[in-house]
């Protein structure tokens, strides 16, 4: 009985070191960022928590949260969403405050750690999570996230653990991934200095993480520093380039970027994919000034002017077996002169996947379908079906050589082995 | 924004030297045309030069005088166009005329409404199919627009279940997963699905576990 009163002891006192020597480390970190991170947190619970709890709606949208954390038909925050990945599947934790499951046991320092080093009470997290990217959050941000979330209804929930290839399932490989990949801050792919392009920057690439799916990665699945926004493949509907000659040679402008995020329409097309559910959860909730913010930075302060896309002279011949096709199966809908129809189609003249160099996407879409979108303020688009089993490889080559000229200003260079490699 | 294509004028301004000017048409107006030749209703139709803009739904009606499909939204939403579209290899599948090119079907078999019910040597209508006499029965339709959508969506139905049987459980489901897509303005579907669910559970070897 001694004994074991003993080793009690002995293990408080242990625990008790190991916890101020945390705590120190948590503090040192905390004041070592420019805002300190406690500090911060507490003053506004002092003066308005709640003020925090509104900028932490804000912010929660602005960083997307839900997109992997609130499943289809799930309780919101609960987690469960399926992620796959190159490495395995991943599932989005549940970040509700229940104190089982989710992060109600948390201290602000214990989440700050989490979001900012990936690094929760229990473990290391994977970089599915993008602390990669939300490490640029200011501190006090950070904290109105936490007030936000921790003001959410609890829900005892347990999600699945990720299930990974080797050595991907070995965690404690994410310390060594950290020291070699985890920086501080991720290069610009445009230039600028004014006060929207410096919000941008924080919106796009600390809390809109777009980098995560639109710069490409390397061996390790880390991102290629050398390739920022220059788009990337992590799904089967890959990310576009998003710089500003990517954005420019497809049409982009300030005015029309800034209706895609705040609608998911634009003349070059709606959102469709993985871009989907960001419109939806995330960026149809931003301010006017911070959809101003994310396209300046996207365009640069000196945004060079879209070019649209003019038909590059083609083989008469080649161009009409493709019209053909076109007429057949796609102008009832997107019009014989390819300008859409409002709620149905997008257009597809200057459409923005069709002028893509890389012809992939469009691929995709022929192949698969889109399902039917419903759009913020009221807009929608119909369901476009596949043309997997209707088409041949030879007519999908000769429709989107046909697309890529006339409408998207590409080449014709399209090859059947090409459809056939993306086939499901 | 330029259209897809040029369009004579804009051709007409380019010079005529460009490529692409040599398939300028204007839609609505002037289209190219293309020789078609399908069957339909078990007939040889064509060969016939047809606008390669034309929609199927337009070619029904026009060039055939088959009129009885009807044009409803005109955007692929509420199905009362489609026909029904036979394979080589025996199966078939519905597709909707109104959003689907004339061409698209040079080549291929498809069936109508017209095209179901028994006619005589005259061609004169002497019975109604299986399906069609099932829904006279259960007044299933009101105005009548939508009605040759459904017909040709059960026939499709009635045909799969016939290759490939269900169990008695699965006999809602399956007809809401194969009449689901088609939209009535007036009876409200349950006079179409309680027909055919007469008809699936009383026509023999359609269902697994019922004896008729």
Sequence with gaps: MKRRTQFLCAGLAVAAVALTVTATWIDKIAMSYAEPMAPAFYKMQSISSRDAFARGRYLVKAADCAACHTASGGAPFAGGVKLESPFGTFYGSNITPDREHGIGAWSAGDFYRAVHDGVTPHKHLYPAMPYTSYRQLSATDIAAMYAFLMAQQPVNLAIPAPVLKFPYNLRFGVRFWNMLFLKDTLPDASSGQSTAWLRGRYLVNALGHCAECHTPRDAFGQLDKTKPLQGAALARIAAPDITPAGLARRGWNGSDLQAFFSGGIAPQGSAFGDMYPVVHLSTQYLTHDDLNAISTYLLGDHAAAPKHASPAPEDAAALTLGRNVYLAVCAGCHGADGAGKPHVAVALQGNSTVSQSDPHNLIVALLDGIAAQDFPKGESMQEMPGFAQQLSDAELVELVNYLRVSAGGQRADVTADAVAALRP | ?212
């Design chain 2, 1 to 212: 924004m330029k259209a897809l294509i040029p369009t004579a004028e804009s051709t007409a301004g380019a010079g005529m030297n460009d490529a692409t000017a040599r398939i300028a048409e204007q839609p609505l107006v002037w289209h190219r045309t293309r020789p078609i030749s399908c069957r339909v209703n078990g007939q040889q139709v064509g060969s016939i030069q047809v606008p390669i803009g034309l929609m199927m739904i337009d070619f029904l009606h026009e060039y055939l005088n088959l009129t009885g499909s009807r044009l409803g939204c005109g955007q692929g939403i509420c199905h009362a166009c489609v026909v029904i579209l036979d394979h080589p290899d025996g199966s078939c599948e519905e597709v909707r005329t109104c959003i689907t090119g004339a061409h698209f079907f040079d080549g291929k078999q498809v069936r109508t409404i017209e095209g179901h019910a028994t006619r005589n040597a005259q061609g004169e209508v002497v019975e109604p199919s299986a399906i069609q006499q099932k829904f006279l029965e259960h007044f299933s339709f009101q105005c009548g627009y939508c009605t040759p959508g459904f017909v040709n969506a059960a026939t499709i139905l009635l045909e799969k279940l016939k290759q490939q049987p269900i169990a008695r459980d699965q006999v809602e489901s399956t007809i809401g997963a194969g009449l689901g897509q088609h939209i009535c303005r007036c009876t409200g579907y349950v006079g179409y699905y309680a027909a055919v669910k007469d008809l699936v559970l009383n026509t023999p070897g359609l269902v697994k576990d019922v004896k008729v």
